[in-house]
């Protein structure tokens, strides 16, 4: 056996992983939306891809790095000018630090065309959360149920009643909807499913409608959008979504007045959108 070509082999097939793991990623729904759902592709979980993605990324640099050492004297060789001088900035040397640069700053100050990357990515993201539904809050799924019936105003007792009788055994209302989940193979999304009839007259959605004021405070019109939603407990990612379905391009950035600005309309009505939203 010769290690050369091993490390070679190693490196190639580390890469192409690398490469399948890194598109999954770029495509797979955002965490919460992710665990909420209980998110899979050919059985493996977000969670998994990612581990494997980690490693094999370790995997690739090891190699790579055992790769250089056996072929450090051609690396160097493209290095040497014609009287076989080494030179750092050859042309060659320079034209691959600018692409990178290139990459680099065009990815931080998202120039085109790496903007457009990453808006197909948080299209893909919009599109999974979407398809697969927003948890009420950020990682519902590690709640007892004990604490996810109390934010959901669901009847604690009813709920249990409701979950033993779909077969999902409940020993103690301290239980994360995570741990049933396991235990029984469905998604936190279902759990929640099989007990919200357990509402105790107010849904989630009208709790989060009821803290909009039919006004809107003095000095709203200047909060972003993340801002506002924070002060009012409503998640941004899905009211900048619903927005845009209404053709008002919204980001959570910019504040309530710049949008209604950008779009053509006013703070006001752009308020009353943000409720009609929430109560749906």
Known sequence: MKIRKITSLTAMLAFIG?????????????????????????GLSKTDWGNIHINLGLLFLAAIGLHLYYNWKPLISYLKNRLKHIKVFTPEFNISLIITVAFVFGSYFSLPPFNFVMSLN?????????????????????????????????????????????????????TTLESISRQYKIPPQHIYNTI?????????????????????????????????????????????????????????????????????????????????????
């Open 18 to 42: 690398m490469a399948v793991t890194s598109l999954i990623l770029f495509i797979v729904p955002q965490g919460r939306v992710a665990y909420w759902a209980d998110w899979r592709l050919l």
């Open 122 to 174: 948080e299209h893909f993201k919009d599109v999974g959360a979407e398809k697969y539904g927003e948890p009420p809050y950020g990682h519902a799924e590690l709640s007892s149920l004990k604490t996810f019936a109390k934010k959901m105003n669901l009847d604690l007792t009813k709920s249990i009643e409701l979950l033993n009788g779909a077969g999902y055994r409940v020993e103690t209302s301290e």
């Open 196 to 280: 919200k009839s357990a509402s105790m007259n107010t849904s989630y959605h009208s709790e989060s409608s009821a803290l909009l004021p039919d006004s809107p405070p003095p000095g709203t019109g200047n909060l972003t959008l993340a801002d506002f939603c924070s002060r009012f407990d409503l998640n941004v990612k899905l009211v900048a979504r619903e927005l845009t379905k209404q053709n008002v391009t919204a980001s959570a950035e910019l504040t309530l007045k710049d949008i209604a600005a950008k779009n053509n309309t006013s703070s006001i009505d752009l308020y009353e959108r943000i409720k009609i939203i929430v109560q749906n």
